[in-house]
């Protein structure tokens, strides 16, 4: 089983720097895409930023240039570093793992992090 454990979220004045970091646990052979999603009360989960395994980045137009995502493939894990932080990007933030491979014979699975609370004060 293949669990995605998130830490980093907490409460930051706006300006300031919150970093998330994101692990993959569990006998993994490969993921293709790693990413951060928020969710804000009453609004739909929304992508932030993807990684590839080969490293290209996606990254939601509202925070370029202030979010910065990356990955270690050798530990399955993925970070977030946020910057120049504002109040509306306050959301719960939820790690995702895509086409995620236990083996070379098994189906690609994705898989959720529980998500972490990330509250920027104006």
């Known amino acids: 089983q293949v669990q995605l454990v998130e830490s980093g979220g907490g409460l930051v004045q706006a300006g300031g720097s919150l970093r998330l970091s994101c692990a993959a646990s569990g006998l993994i052979l490969s993921i293709n895409r790693m990413g951060w999603y928020r969710q804000a009360p009453g609004k739909q989960r929304e992508l932030v930023a993807v990684?590839?395994?080969?490293?290209?980045?996606n990254y939601a137009d509202s925070v370029k240039g202030r979010f910065t995502i990356s990955r270690d493939n050798a530990k399955n894990t993925v970070n977030l570093q946020m910057n120049s932080l504002k109040p509306e990007d306050t959301a719960v933030y939820y790690c995702?793992?895509?086409?995620?491979?236990?083996?070379?014979?098994?189906?690609?699975?994705?898989?959720w992090g529980q998500g972490t609370q990330v509250t920027v004060s104006s």
């Open positions: 995702r793992a895509d086409d995620v491979r236990l083996s070379p014979w098994s189906s690609p699975t994705d898989y």
């Open positions: 990684i590839t395994s080969g490293g290209r980045t």
